[in-house]
């Protein structure tokens, strides 16, 4: 037996904190910042009262007025996530302070070249994404208590009030809940590695009993946000400046590019946890959805991004489970994939009441003249693709990873 055991100390297995992935907060960033240095005073006091000055209309102005600052005091990780943060949130409300039918397709230089050498510096898109919305974007309001959503709070807020922290603030939850999946994933992937059975076994239940979780969390939305607000205030805030009727040339960033450029908006596509649950279980999404979601991981911190390209590189669990003859592991293995299938299920119908319900109803409102909701992005997510779509085809593609056992 001595020499396989030799084999085992070889065999390079995955680990969390190479991909800087948190043991207890995941994808999430552990105990975000709330303040940057005094130096970047001006970007704070706009940012904290960013709702206030989109909903009055001197957002713009404000900004106009603001100085051109130097990103060199952004000393630490946490201080340049929540720079990233704060100018994708300025930047959002500058372009859509006035809605969608008069968004601004130039963003000035004091607020373009920071933005954008932030997002250089962090790998990241200059735009806003998961990761600032998300990810960045809650604080625990007392530290020793539960992580549950009256004891969370966002860090930088936009029009929407109690809807848009409920929208983020469930999103956290959801990001929390996949930490299981996430060690579950690492677990299973090292299980197949030395052939461990039992090990990959117990991994394949537990990534299991994860998704339904996060389905369950997923369910708060109803209690917290406002399909309503949702629809009319929030989700023109999201959008981006690509694959987008109201911005078809892109944004111009002064100072950085004559050309204007195009970037999605904010998406859950963008949430590495699905990405990694489908490399896992081996879901094969259609040629058109698949270049999407590959298109989305470019908006993700580039650590969640190698760890998608590292389960992809893994051996297959698939050939793994259909080679073992085991039936307990085929089984466990489409527990998986139905859960994953009704979780995307799941989320088909909040997003049909989110975005479908709630578009038909602001129609019945809608005076014929201008300002209404945003009319161009109606049948579309805020990552410009159309959205329900979609969202049965990559829920159809799960159930057909289903395996059938032989004989």
């Not at 006035?98 to 968004?103: A, F, K, L, T, Y």
């Not at 929407?160 to 579950?184: D, H, M, N, Q, Y």
């Not at 527990?335 to 009704?342: D, V």
Request: charged share 20%; with cysteine; proline share 7%.
């Amino acid at each position: 037996m001595e020499p396989q055991s030799q084999d085992l100390k070889t065999t390079p297995s995955l680990s969390l904190e190479r991909f800087h992935i948190s043991e207890d907060y995941g994808f999430l960033l552990p105990n975000p910042l709330k303040e940057l240095p005094d130096h970047y005073r001006p970007w704070m006091e706009i940012a904290n009262k960013l709702s206030h000055l989109i909903e009055s209309h001197q957002l713009r102005a404000q900004v106009n007025k603001m100085p051109l600052l130097n990103c060199q005091f952004l000393k630490s990780y946490r201080q340049r996530r929540l720079a990233h943060l704060v100018l994708s949130f300025i930047s959002t409300g500058y372009v859509w302070q006035e809605g969608e039918r008069e968004p601004e397709e130039v963003l000035p230089r004091n607020l373009a070249l920071p933005f954008v050498e932030v997002s250089k510096n962090l790998g990241l898109p200059p735009i806003l994404a998961h990761s600032d919305l998300v990810l960045t974007n809650w604080t625990m309001r007392n530290p020793e208590g539960p992580m549950d959503i009256r004891n969370l709070d966002t860090v930088i807020s936009l029009p929407g009030g109690e809807s848009l922290r409920g929208f983020i603030l469930v999103t956290v939850l959801v990001e929390k809940a996949a930490v299981p999946g996430i060690k579950a994933l690492v677990q299973a992937v090292n299980a197949i590695l030395q052939r461990s059975q039992d090990s990959l076994l117990q991994a394949l239940q537990r990534l299991r009993h994860c998704i339904q979780d996060i389905t369950r969390t997923l369910g708060q939305m109803h209690d917290y946000v406002d399909p309503d607000v949702f629809y009319t205030v929030i989700r023109i805030f999201l959008s981006g400046w690509r694959d987008n009727p109201a911005m078809p040339a892109g944004l111009t960033y002064e100072g950085v590019s004559k050309e204007p450029l195009k970037y999605s908006g904010g998406s859950a596509a963008q949430s590495t946890v699905l990405h990694a649950f489908d490399e896992f279980l081996g879901i094969r999404h259609s040629q058109e959805n698949a270049d999407f979601l590959h298109r989305m991981r470019d908006y993700m911190p580039p650590s969640h991004k190698a760890f998608i390209e590292e389960i992809h590189s893994a051996p297959s669990l698939r050939d793994h489970v259909l080679s073992s003859g085991n039936d307990q592991l085929l089984t466990a293995y489409n527990q998986c994939t139905e859960a994953l299938a009704e979780l995307r299920s799941y989320h088909l119908t909040i997003v049909a009441k989110y975005l479908i319900t709630a578009a038909a109803k602001a129609k019945d409102k809608r005076p014929s003249h201008p300002p209404g909701p945003p009319q161009a992005l109606e049948q579309r997510g805020t990552g410009g693709t159309s959205v329900l779509r979609f969202l049965k085809s990559v829920r159809d593609k799960t159930l057909e990873a289903i395996l059938y056992q032989h004989g």
